[in-house]
């Protein structure tokens, strides 16, 4: 549908091979907050039915992930830490424009542009680890990104014109593009 415009920096893979118990707790921690947002936008869309149906799939589907990282982490005797503010997360949402069908538009966009960065760096972790379950497990939380960063997107076509939803995509992907580019290189998802 689209490609990022900034590839994520190989030193990346190689700081979060090297530290992946921190790897790990953010991710678990990645997971729950894209499970609350889901239910947020139930909450703040009530009014709009495909909305509502696809939030709480990805939000029963996050918390899904997030199960299965904690299984993962517990497996290595790695504890929950406490939640961080995600820098990345943060500075795509001030992005956001107000007004009610402008902020809409945006929370979709970024939703997407958020799911297609994990989807990208998910499959780099993937294609890092040796052959076993850690891999086979990172392939497919892959897989689940890219149907979600499409589930944004189509969401967004069915309450905007796809020109007035690729022009704002650009811009968001050009400014996403430079935020990547600045954020520090640390064994977190962002």
């Known amino acids: 549908m689209f490609k990022l415009r900034y590839s994520t920096d190989p030193a990346w893979v190689e700081t979060v091979l090297s530290n992946f118990d921190a790897f790990l707790i953010d991710h678990a921690a990645a997971?729950?907050?894209?499970?609350g947002m889901a239910l947020s936008m139930v909450s703040h869309y009530p009014?709009?039915?495909?909305?509502v149906k696809a939030m709480i799939d990805l939000s029963i589907e996050e918390m899904i992930h997030f199960r299965e990282v904690v299984k993962i982490m517990?497996?290595?005797?790695?504890?929950l830490g406490a939640d961080t503010r995600d820098e990345y997360v943060n500075k795509l949402r001030k992005l956001m424009r107000n007004g009610s069908e402008l902020y809409m538009l945006d929370r979709l966009l970024i939703g997407g542009i958020i799911e297609a960065r994990g989807c990208e760096r998910?499959?780099?972790?993937?294609?890092?680890?040796?052959?076993?379950?850690?891999?086979?497990?990172?392939?497919?939380?892959?897989?689940?990104e890219a149907n979600h960063e499409n589930l944004f997107f189509d969401l967004a076509r069915n309450h905007f014109a796809t020109a007035i939803v690729d022009e704002r995509l650009n811009e968001l992907l050009d400014a996403?593009?430079?935020?990547?580019?600045?954020?520090?290189?640390?064994a977190a998802l962002h």
């Open 31 to 35: 997971e729950k907050k894209a499970s």
């Open 47 to 51: 009014d709009k039915p495909d909305i």
């Open 74 to 79: 517990t497996a290595r005797n790695i504890q």
């Open 122 to 144: 998910f499959g780099l972790i993937a294609a890092a680890l040796p052959e076993g379950e850690l891999k086979k497990f990172y392939v497919a939380i892959t897989e689940s």
């Open 176 to 186: 996403e593009a430079a935020l990547v580019a600045e954020l520090p290189i640390i």
